[in-house]
């Protein structure tokens, strides 16, 4: 199985940045897309960000594209969101997640709090 570990949440004002990293181990071999959703209260979990290993093609919710990057390092099974210029409406847990081609089909990090306030 895959296991996810997420860290670089915290507490932001408007405006600022934050990077997020998640190592994956375990079954790496099986993955063959990661990302990043978020959750914040009371709200579903949406996606934010998602790159498909092979052909490196990333997509972006609209509410973050041309703010928050997603990068990954094969060599060190890391993937990184740098978020910037960060609004109040992006505080929420946000979960590092994995598709997997054996079972099970998604694995997910245990969560880190983003939090954008003044």
């Known amino acids: 199985q895959v296991q996810l570990l997420e860290s670089g949440g915290g507490l932001v004002q408007p405006g600022g940045s934050l990077t997020l990293s998640c190592i994956a181990s375990g079954s790496i071999s099986s993955i063959y897309a990661m990302g990043w959703y978020r959750q914040a209260p009371g709200k579903q979990r949406e996606s934010v960000a998602h790159?498909?290993?092979?052909?490196?093609?990333?997509n972006y919710a609209d509410s973050v594209k041309g703010r928050f990057t997603l990068s990954r390092d094969n060599a060190k099974n890391t993937n990184t969101l740098q978020m910037n210029k960060l609004k109040p409406e992006d505080t929420a847990v946000y979960y590092c997640?994995?598709?997997?081609?054996?079972?099970?089909?998604?694995?997910w990090g245990q969560g880190t709090q983003v939090t954008v306030s003044s």
């Open positions: 790159i498909m290993i092979g052909s490196n093609d990333i």
């Open positions: 997640q994995a598709d997997n081609r054996d079972l099970p089909p998604r694995s």
